[in-house]
């Protein structure tokens, strides 16, 4: 997909704008992060920036939210087992309702509750295909369960760390 205010090309990409340009085209049957080739999309968290940079949804995320919530994706320490997809909703999600005016991002999974309402769009524009009752889920868990491991994003109040999980609910750290 292309945006008119880079005069008709693919948006730039910190995963590299040249696949970006190469992949707009691709073959039938070539893997692409956004899917467009009735191949199932591909998990995780680079996947799902990568297709919200080709911004084929309407959600409240401009590029410099997507840059800074990558970049924060990125610099956790690697480990198997993290749901890196669930961690960038999670990290999209409080990013997005601070910039709404809430303080925090509730880590209620409740159909229809403050978690869905946010991280829904989000997902939407990003096509993962999880239902979203099973993305407020695996947020809700990768919040309590990384704020626990103590070397990622997540962390309990005056730890130092980018996201607060406290009282069932993500907050910024505040200085």
Excluded: N, W
Excluded at 43 to 59: K, M, P, Q, W
């Amino acid at each position: 997909m292309t945006t008119p205010s880079r005069g008709g090309r693919p948006p730039l990409s910190r995963r590299g704008t040249a696949r970006v340009r190469a992949l707009s085209g691709a073959a039938p049957g070539l893997r692409t992060a956004a899917g467009d080739d009735g191949v199932t999309p591909e998990r995780g968290a680079a996947a799902l920036f990568e297709r919200l940079a080709t911004g084929r949804g309407v959600v409240e995320i401009d590029a410099d939210m997507r840059v800074l919530a990558e970049e924060l994706v990125d610099a956790q320490a690697p480990r198997d087992g993290r749901d890196t997809e669930a961690i960038a909703l999670a990290v999209l999600g409080v990013l997005t309702a601070t910039r709404q005016g809430s303080t925090c991002l509730p880590l209620d999974i409740e159909p229809g509750g403050a978690l869905s309402q946010i991280i829904g769009p989000i997902a939407s524009a990003a096509e993962c295909d999880r239902p979203l009752s099973a993305l407020a889920a695996a947020v809700a868990e990768a919040a309590r369960t990384e704020a626990t491991a103590g070397d990622g994003l997540f962390g309990p109040p005056d730890s130092g760390r980018p996201l607060i999980a406290e009282h069932d609910a993500l907050y910024l750290q505040r200085h």
